[in-house]
């Protein structure tokens, strides 16, 4: 009897696991998407398992048409800004402190000086609903603006799959619980357990990847970078003919490197009280060695 309970406790898990790892791959397909959405089909028949005491477990699926549908698309909104301002610190406080207002945050901030000229970059995150005020706002705060790209990621239908993986996933757990109650044998107990706590690793995964999703959505990226002059900018994608920015960029080079040969020319005079009486006696030698 005792070999035979265990029989069909094994039977049981197998059958659960089975059905979910079946139902997860059907979310999957291009049809349980298109079904999650919108579009209601039939829910599967019922699989019956058997327990570890003989009694018949019901495993249920869940039907794709009851799973719940979004009121609104799920967009991952950021944008990416280049800037010409007047004063990089002023303007730098000035994106944090409007973030702040509107119940976001600043990611990062920085100033450093570039060829000896200062350029700053600041990341902040702001509220969705208000992420095109707060464009508009930055754009407000710079003398130009060279760059700017506005971006968006539909999530939607990765967000209903994750819902659906984490429903089957619990249905799964609760049918687990059940045989675990069900089971006489430590040995029993213990093998319905590590299946648990794979399941439940992987409920908790798939909570993280929703909350993700949720807050990325929730709050959009802002990314500024900012300058005195044009041509200490990133140079922006090639979206347009721009001679006039290489030529200045371009001239740029020139005189960094005219700057640098001018340095090394005041280094080699310097060091010249080192250098010139070492080789000035090296060439004296020489001429009496000759004689």
Same mark, same amino acid.
Do not use: Q
């Given at each position: 009897m005792q070999d035979r309970a265990k029989e069909m406790l094994a039977l049981g898990v197998f059958l659960i696991l089975v059905i979910a790892g079946i139902t997860i791959l059907a979310l999957r397909s291009t049809g349980a998407k298109r079904a999650v959405i919108g579009e209601p089909t039939a829910a599967p028949p019922m699989m019956m398992g058997k327990g570890p005491i003989g009694e018949a477990v019901e495993a249920k699926s869940i039907s794709f048409g009851t799973l719940p549908q979004l009121s609104s698309r799920l967009v991952i909104k950021s944008a990416t800004l280049h800037l010409v301002v007047k004063n990089i610190e002023d303007t730098i406080r000035d994106?944090? &402190?409007? %973030?702040?207002? +509107? /119940? /976001?945050?600043v990611v990062k901030s920085n100033v450093e000086e570039k060829d000896g000229v200062p350029v700053g970059e600041i990341s902040v995150r702001v509220p969705a +609903?208000?992420?095109e005020e707060s464009l508009s706002f930055i754009r407000k705060l710079g003398e130009r603006v060279i760059f700017e790209e506005v971006k968006g990621q539909d999530v939607t239908e990765e967000y209903v799959d994750l819902q659906a993986q984490l429903r089957n996933l619990q249905s799964a757990e609760s049918q687990l619980l059940k045989i675990m109650g069900r089971a006489g044998r430590i040995s029993d107990v213990l093998e319905v357990f590590n299946e648990l706590k794979s399941v439940r690793e992987e409920i908790e995964r798939i909570k993280g990847k929703i909350q993700y999703l949720e807050q990325s959505s929730a709050m959009s990226t802002i990314n500024v +970078?900012?300058? =005195?002059?044009?041509?200490? =900018?990133?140079i922006p994608p090639a979206q347009k003919w721009r001679?006039?920015?290489? %030529? +200045? &960029?371009?001239w740029r080079s020139v005189l960094l490197i005219l700057r640098g040969i001018s340095y090394l020319i005041i280094w080699v005079a310097v060091l010249g009280v080192i250098w010139i009486p070492i080789v000035g006696i090296v060439l004296w030698m020489r001429k009496n060695k000759g004689k």
């Open positions: 994106i944090s &402190r409007y %973030a702040e207002e +509107k /119940g /976001g945050w +609903k208000d992420f +970078k900012l300058a =005195l002059s044009e041509e200490l =900018l990133p001679p006039i920015y290489v %030529a +200045k &960029r371009a």
